[in-house]
């Protein structure tokens, strides 16, 4: 388990039927976590409108870009703190957060703890 990548672990946020669309997407998402994500880029990139990729998005993961997103990227943190030494800020940094107190509002509310809190429980 602990060799799971986040993007093994996100599969799980998957899709549950063959849309090609959303599998697209998903795979940008998981492309481009540690940038900047907006719907308007992921909207480019599956040349679609905004709106159209935010309700499909919606409809067939159930949750928002901005929830999915902050799932992947809490998934990797998690990844990180359990197997590297890196620093809290660095692994904020990696994991596409805009600073390290977003990183810890996300993750508490994700993790029920502070990130912290999950690498001692894991050592």
């Not at 599956?46 to 309700?55: D, F, H, I, Q």
């Not at 197997?83 to 029920?112: N, R």
Request: proline content about 1%; glycine content about 4%; aromatic content about 10%.
């Amino acid at each position: 388990d602990v060799k799971k990548t986040a993007t093994e672990k996100m599969k799980k946020y998957s899709v549950k039927n063959d849309n090609f669309i959303i599998q697209k997407a998903e795979e940008y998402l998981r492309k481009h976590y540690k940038e900047q994500v907006t719907l308007t880029g992921l909207a480019n990139y599956m040349e679609l409108s905004e709106s159209y990729t935010s309700r499909l998005f919606n409809k067939e993961t159930g949750m928002n870009l901005s929830t999915y997103l902050n799932k992947l990227r809490v998934e990797e943190a998690k990844h990180l703190l359990r197997s590297t030494q890196m620093k809290i800020y660095e692994i904020a940094e990696e994991t596409g957060y805009s600073s390290t107190t977003v990183f810890h509002i996300s993750f508490k509310k994700l993790e029920g703890m502070t990130p912290a809190d999950y690498r001692n429980l894991s050592e």
